[in-house]
């Protein structure tokens, strides 16, 4: 046997009967020949760390719109986050990491600039709708390396379009992504926001810090263990009655404090009105967007899905130097 048929073999003599076995995954939409060191699973996730897509999250908004700290969440810290936490509870639980790890690092690749108001103002405005799970889908089948897409398996896709809240992944390890999702960002953006001070500790209700915890380190920990203990052996991922609603509680005390909150969301409308002027500017003028979404427009694909495509791929820094050079004078220049 050659390396990923050994690997293949250690999957079915210790992983979990629930787990899914990289040997028995559903396969690509184009017929590949295998690797003969790696897993279909761990192609995908190098595949996905070598996108431009992955890179890009790195100056993407989490919560705080082109935030100048150095110490906030960006997507794509938030997306390492996800990861790691969603690996340390598929390992205990005897998932296949590989297949967690590739759905956590490819979860969000479609995310607009400037996070969910990103998201908001270009489901706004485009007439089919835009949301970032399916983008995100889009991004690994349509729009990576020129049109090709990434060739990833059904298992990966699956999981990244069914991350989101009402999502119903086919796999534990999708299941694992979707709840580590909600744990790492409920964990994450309360740490900024009290790195911001518009968030204090005290602001908790003292049933919820009994029930998690008195920091954000005791409430993660108190999250990924009961997570681990309540479906260790099970074929179901979820936490127990008692904590799954303290996190509830907690996620809408986040909502109501964080999220939606004037002080942080203050330029939300500057953002989402930046993007529909330019929606509407490339939706008129399609040849001034890159060629290779000009290429897809020839191709056949709908023009205001593919305005969608540029605009979602943009990052914050970027889209705001589109904006300035489509719609702020320069000054002239010969004296």
């Given at each position: 046997m050659n390396i990923r048929e050994q690997a293949e073999e250690r999957e079915f003599?210790?992983?979990?009967?629930?787990a899914s076995h990289s040997r028995e995954s559903k396969g690509r939409e184009r017929v590949e020949?295998?690797?003969?060191?790696?897993?279909?699973?761990?192609?995908?996730?190098?595949?996905?760390?070598h996108s431009k897509a992955f890179r890009r999250l790195k100056d993407k908004t989490q919560v705080f719109l082109a935030a100048q700290?150095?110490?906030?969440?960006?997507?794509?810290?938030?997306?390492?986050?996800?990861?790691?936490?969603?690996r340390t509870i598929a390992k205990a639980l005897e998932l296949n990491?590989?297949?967690?790890?590739?759905?956590?690092?490819?979860?969000?690749?479609?995310?607009?600039?400037?996070?969910?108001?990103?998201?908001?103002a270009l489901n706004e405005i485009c007439p089919e709708g835009f949301a970032h799970f399916k983008q995100s889908v889009r991004v690994v089948e349509r729009l990576e390396k020129n049109g090709e897409g990434l060739n990833l398996t059904w298992e990966v896709r699956d999981g990244m379009l069914n991350h989101r809240t009402s999502g119903t992944p086919h796999t534990l390890e999708g299941q694992v992504v979707r709840l580590c999702d909600k744990i790492s960002y409920i964990h994450h953006d309360m740490d900024d926001a009290q790195r911001a001070g518009i968030f204090q500790e005290d602001d908790i209700p003292i049933t919820i810090r009994v029930t998690l915890g008195d920091s954000c380190k005791e409430r993660l920990n108190t999250l990924i263990h009961d997570t681990i203990r309540n479906s260790y052996g099970k074929d179901k991922v979820e936490m127990t009655p008692e904590i799954a609603e303290a996190m509830r509680e907690l996620r809408t005390l986040m909502f109501r404090s964080v999220y939606n909150n004037p002080v942080a969301k203050k330029e939300e409308r500057k953002a989402r009105t930046m993007l529909q002027e330019m929606y509407l500017y490339y939706s008129r003028h399609p040849e001034?967007?890159?060629?290779?979404?000009?290429?897809?427009?020839?191709?056949?694909?709908?023009?205001?899905?593919?305005?969608?495509?540029?605009?979602?791929?943009?990052?914050?820094?970027?889209?705001?130097?589109?904006?300035?050079?489509?719609?702020?004078?320069?000054?002239?220049?010969?004296?």
């Open positions: 003599q210790y992983l979990s009967r629930y020949e295998e690797c003969d060191i790696r897993t279909v699973y761990q192609r995908d996730r190098d595949r996905i760390i700290g150095d110490h906030y969440r960006t997507r794509l810290t938030h997306t390492l986050e996800v990861s790691q936490t969603a990491e590989d297949l967690v790890e590739a759905i956590a690092l490819g979860h969000d690749l479609g995310h607009t600039p400037f996070g969910h108001a990103g998201e908001a001034q967007m890159s060629r290779e979404y000009q290429k897809l427009i020839a191709e056949g694909e709908n023009r205001e899905r593919v305005v969608c495509d540029y605009i979602s791929g943009m990052t914050d820094q970027y889209a705001m130097a589109k904006f300035k050079e489509i719609f702020i004078p320069s000054a002239w220049a010969v004296y």
